[in-house]
């Protein structure tokens, strides 16, 4: 259930971040696909490196800042990689620069622990 929710947050945040930011954009005009090639991406790595708590209600709140300013740096190392792909293959998302990336990854960070919140804990109890 938490692979779904982190799945969900993850393609919502980086569709929130390419339409609200200015700094990010599409380099064709088809944004879904290129929304979706950017989220893949941010998946893959994120099933690399996981830096998300076990349960985010029961995790110490130093562990979650830990936690979220490990996430924050890694994800906007992954626009700057989104931004690097897509400039080389002329398909993908555009981030004008390291400040747009910063603010791309709190974006994607805070969309991806708040549907980590959302929704039953791991440790409840099923009902019978």
Do not use: C
């Amino acid at each position: 259930m938490d692979k779904r929710r982190r799945v969900l947050g993850t393609f919502l945040g980086v569709a929130l971040a390419t339409v609200l930011l200015p700094g990010i954009s599409t380099i064709l005009d088809s944004p879904p696909w290129e929304m979706v090639l950017a989220g893949a991406v941010f998946l893959i790595v994120n099933q690399l490196i996981y830096s998300y708590p076990n349960d985010i209600r029961t995790a110490p709140p130093v562990f979650l800042l830990i936690l979220g300013v490990v996430g924050i740096a890694q994800d906007t190392l992954i626009w700057l990689l989104v931004s690097w792909l897509g400039s080389d293959m002329e398909y993908g998302l555009h981030v004008d620069g390291f400040l747009a990336a910063l603010l791309g990854g709190v974006v994607v960070r805070v969309t991806v622990l708040v549907f980590l919140a959302l929704g039953p804990s791991r440790t409840a109890p099923q009902p019978s």
